[in-house]
């Protein structure tokens, strides 16, 4: 299994350094998509030096591509430039040799999805609903619910164990519970690649490796490519789960 | 477990999905809500200069030879000769009864776009009037009445479009490379100060109390003289924007979850913010060229109807759309009747009953601000 998973490093830092932070990048198998990040160099507008200098990074299809570097080395920089949430000041973004440009934005959030690090919602809105929301790049506007996002969002809820949470309202449940209800909706989004940006935050250990699980029961069973990043406690973790 | 009681379980979840959970909180708002206006509207019938029982009043609302005539709707709604009624049909359904529909309309106009106002910047203090709409308007107002009062016929067209105007100068001064939340507020609270100053300026100049009074009149919100004019006037521009509020509720409540996971979900996020402003400011124009500026009802009431049925945009906006309407025929009630024979502003009302509301929300709540 380990030869699934690969490794990126940002900024070179050592890895197991109390500092370190670890994004992982699980992809799936075959029919999961191959993204390729070439020399990017991103940069914030607020900011005058770039927070990514030329960095490149390669996610297999069918594996789990780990990306780990220390705190404010530019992970989830660089994942919001693999994800077109940030505008590449040099280089490119690649899905299956495809330029993420030349992509519709509502196709792109079906081939690729992102978990940011900080989501909001609205305390009312329940579980389901927020699933729900990520079939989103799915329909048209005036297209009312079909049994293939049901389907989808059903098998969402149950992969990422939060059936039981299912009717709650998000503002009741607990920081880890939240998040795995934000790692249904990213699930229910149905894409080949799937960025995760530190998605065990908040999590206990328990629920750490079921994340981690679940993004191993993905890697195995659908067409997924996972890069993802999370913090150094599963940085031990993962190379068991993985 | 039989197939067939799968499958109906999946259709009625499915069924619940399209037509929103028939939620019991969200019907009795609505029931609740058509209450009061009628109450309202069978109050503000009854009275008036012309004096008639009440029995005598209701009788007229419901006469047959005007609610089932062709001809008398053709006339209300499109301007045609009214055809032959008694003389309290007439003072009921010509002038009595058409205050009733423009407050409602007006009230329904002022929540949608509050409501989409909230979601747009995702804070629920925001009004329709947080983007310049108001301010713009209401120094058109200033203008015409003190500078150009020549072109005082156009006045309500003339303060809508200084609204969208001012939209516009709002949402240019914020773009930088898109907009935020933020910056949009932020340029809202500028241009408002800015053609708030001028339009105090303008006040100076007034040399009639008339003018003045009239001034005031349109820039706190009157319901005073309206007529099937104001009516056929806001009608179809109201009708458009409930549509297009209530077919966008989707897209409200992707752009609840925040910019960069809307965005992430495949939505344009600065045209659908662009577009779902533009619907908001042509609900706000429509009541401001009946009504003049009416404040409190777009900020309170989708905070009420928040309050009761969650922050679902589904549900919020049919609430919204039937709660809207409630606020604002119970306070024209006061506005008209209160000081009995003078007539007060009716945004003066909506300030009286809004603010303690508000205040009392506020006390309520633990966390306010966000939705």
């Given at each position: 299994?380990?030869?699934?998973?690969?490794?990126?490093r940002?900024?070179?830092?050592?890895?197991?350094?109390?500092?370190?932070?670890e994004?992982?990048?699980?992809?799936?198998?075959?029919?999961?998509?191959?993204?390729?990040?070439?020399?990017?160099?991103?940069?914030?507008?607020?900011?005058?030096?770039?927070?990514?200098?030329?960095?490149?990074?390669?996610?297999?299809?069918?594996?789990?591509?780990?990306?780990?570097?220390?705190?404010?080395?530019?992970?989830?920089?660089?994942?919001?430039?693999?994800?077109?949430?940030?505008?590449?000041?040099?280089?490119?973004?690649?899905v299956?040799?495809?330029?993420?440009?030349?992509?519709?934005?509502?196709?792109?959030?079906?081939?690729?999805?992102?978990?940011?690090?900080?989501?909001?919602?609205?305390?009312?809105?329940?579980?389901?609903?927020?699933?729900?929301?990520?079939?989103?790049?799915?329909?048209?506007?005036?297209?009312?619910?079909?049994?293939?996002?049901?389907?989808?969002?059903?098998?969402?809820?149950?992969?990422?164990?939060?059936?039981?949470?299912?009717?709650?309202?998000?503002?009741?449940?607990?920081?880890?519970?939240?998040?795995?209800?934000?790692?249904?909706?990213?699930?229910?989004?149905?894409?080949?690649?799937?960025?995760?940006?530190?998605?065990?935050?908040?999590?206990?250990?328990?629920?750490?490796?079921?994340?981690?699980?679940?993004?191993?029961?993905?890697?195995?069973?659908s067409?997924?490519?996972?890069?993802?990043?999370?913090?150094?406690?599963?940085?031990?973790?993962?190379?068991?789960?993985? | 477990?039989?197939e067939?009681?799968?499958?109906?379980?999946?259709?009625?979840r499915?069924?619940?999905?399209?037509?929103?959970?028939v939620?019991?909180?969200?019907?009795?708002?609505?029931?609740?809500?058509?209450?009061?206006?009628?109450?309202?509207?069978?109050?503000?019938v009854?009275?008036?200069?012309?004096?008639?029982?009440?029995?005598?009043?209701?009788?007229?609302?419901?006469?047959?030879?005007?609610?089932?005539?062709?001809?008398?709707?053709?006339a209300?709604?499109?301007?045609?000769?009214?055809?032959?009624?008694?003389k309290?049909?007439?003072?009921?359904?010509?002038?009595?009864?058409?205050?009733?529909?423009?407050?409602?309309?007006?009230?329904?106009?002022?929540?949608?776009?509050?409501?989409?106002?909230?979601?747009?910047t995702?804070?629920?203090?925001?009004?329709?009037?947080?983007l310049?709409?108001?301010?713009?308007?209401?120094?058109?107002?200033?203008?015409?009445?003190?500078?150009?009062s020549?072109?005082?016929?156009?006045?309500?067209?003339?303060?809508?479009?200084?609204?969208?105007?001012?939209?516009?100068?709002?949402?240019?001064?914020?773009?930088?490379?898109?907009?935020?939340?933020?910056?949009?507020?932020?340029?809202?609270?500028?241009?408002?100060?800015?053609?708030?100053?001028?339009?105090?300026?303008?006040?100076?100049?007034?040399?009639?109390?008339?003018?003045?009074?009239?001034?005031?009149?349109?820039?706190?919100?009157?319901?005073t003289?309206?007529?099937?004019?104001?009516?056929?006037?806001?009608?179809?521009?109201?009708?458009?924007?409930?549509?297009?509020?209530?077919?966008?509720?989707?897209?409200?409540?992707?752009?609840?979850?925040?910019?960069?996971?809307?965005?992430?979900?495949g939505?344009?996020?600065?045209?659908?913010?662009?577009?779902?402003?533009?619907?908001?400011?042509?609900?706000?124009?429509?009541?401001?060229?009946?009504?003049g500026?009416?404040?409190?009802?777009?900020?309170i009431?989708?905070?009420?109807?928040?309050?009761?049925?969650?922050?679902?945009?589904?549900k919020?906006?049919?609430?919204?759309?039937?709660?809207?309407?409630?606020?604002?025929?119970?306070?024209?009630?006061?506005?008209?009747?209160?000081?009995?024979?003078?007539?007060?502003?009716?945004?003066?009302?909506?300030?009286?009953?809004?603010?303690?509301?508000?205040?009392?929300?506020?006390?309520?709540?633990?966390?306010?601000?966000?939705i």
């Open positions: 299994m380990s030869e699934q998973t690969q490794i990126s940002i900024n070179g830092e050592a890895p197991g350094n109390s500092d370190t932070d994004e992982s990048a699980p992809t799936g198998e075959t029919g999961g998509a191959t993204l390729d990040g070439n020399d990017l160099v991103l940069s914030y507008p607020s900011s005058d030096d770039p927070v990514v200098a030329g960095e490149s990074i390669t996610a297999r299809a069918g594996a789990v591509t780990a990306l780990i570097g220390p705190n404010g080395s530019g992970k989830s920089t660089l994942l919001k430039g693999l994800a077109d949430q940030l505008a590449p000041d040099a280089g490119s973004v690649l299956d040799s495809r330029g993420i440009q030349s992509f519709e934005k509502k196709e792109l959030a079906r081939t690729l999805g992102l978990l940011s690090q900080e989501s909001t919602s609205p305390d009312s809105i329940t579980v389901e609903d927020l699933v729900y929301h990520g079939r989103y790049p799915h329909r048209g506007f005036f297209e009312s619910v079909t049994d293939e996002d049901e389907q989808a969002v059903d098998r969402a809820i149950e992969l990422a164990g939060c059936g039981h949470l299912r009717d709650r309202e998000v503002g009741q449940l607990s920081g880890g519970q939240k998040q795995l209800a934000w790692i249904a909706m990213v699930l229910a989004q149905d894409t080949d690649v799937l960025l995760l940006d530190e998605p065990t935050t908040f999590l206990d250990l328990h629920h750490q490796l079921e994340v981690m699980e679940i993004v191993e029961t993905l890697r195995e069973e067409d997924i490519t996972v890069p993802r990043s999370c913090s150094r406690t599963c940085s031990r973790s993962t190379p068991r789960s993985t | 477990m039989p067939g009681s799968v499958q109906d379980e999946t259709t009625s499915r069924r619940e999905r399209v037509f929103v959970r939620d019991g909180s969200l019907l009795s708002l609505c029931l609740g809500s058509v209450a009061v206006v009628v109450a309202g509207g069978l109050v503000q009854s009275f008036g200069a012309y004096s008639m029982t009440i029995l005598e009043a209701w009788r007229a609302v419901f006469d047959p030879a005007v609610v089932f005539s062709g001809q008398a709707w053709e209300f709604l499109l301007g045609g000769e009214l055809p032959e009624m008694g309290r049909s007439l003072i009921v359904w010509n002038i009595r009864l058409p205050r009733v529909f423009v407050g409602a309309l007006v009230g329904m106009n002022l929540a949608v776009s509050g409501a989409i106002f909230q979601a747009v995702r804070n629920e203090l925001a009004s329709p009037f947080i310049g709409v108001s301010s713009g308007a209401g120094l058109m107002i200033l203008l015409t009445l003190v500078v150009f020549g072109l005082s016929a156009f006045l309500p067209l003339i303060a809508s479009i200084g609204g969208a105007v001012a939209f516009l100068i709002v949402y240019a001064i914020a773009w930088k490379n898109g907009t935020s939340p933020v910056r949009l507020v932020l340029a809202g609270v500028i241009v408002g100060t800015v053609f708030g100053s001028v339009q105090t300026a303008l006040f100076f100049f007034a040399d009639d109390i008339g003018v003045v009074q009239s001034a005031i009149a349109w820039t706190t919100g009157s319901l003289g309206t007529d099937w004019e104001q009516v056929r006037m806001a009608l179809p521009w109201t009708a458009v924007a409930m549509l297009l509020g209530l077919v966008s509720s989707r897209q409200l409540n992707v752009l609840l979850l925040g910019e960069s996971t809307a965005s992430s979900l939505m344009s996020v600065e045209k659908v913010r662009f577009a779902l402003s533009g619907v908001a400011v042509l609900a706000a124009a429509a009541s401001i060229a009946v009504a500026i009416v404040g409190f009802v777009g900020l009431v989708p905070h009420m109807v928040r309050n009761i049925v969650g922050s679902d945009y589904r919020l906006v049919i609430g919204c759309v039937f709660a809207g309407p409630a606020l604002m025929v119970a306070a024209d009630v006061g506005a008209r009747l209160a000081l009995n024979p003078v007539q007060i502003p009716v945004g003066i009302v909506t300030g009286l009953v809004g603010g303690p509301y508000f205040l009392y929300l506020m006390r309520k709540q633990d966390n306010m601000g966000e």
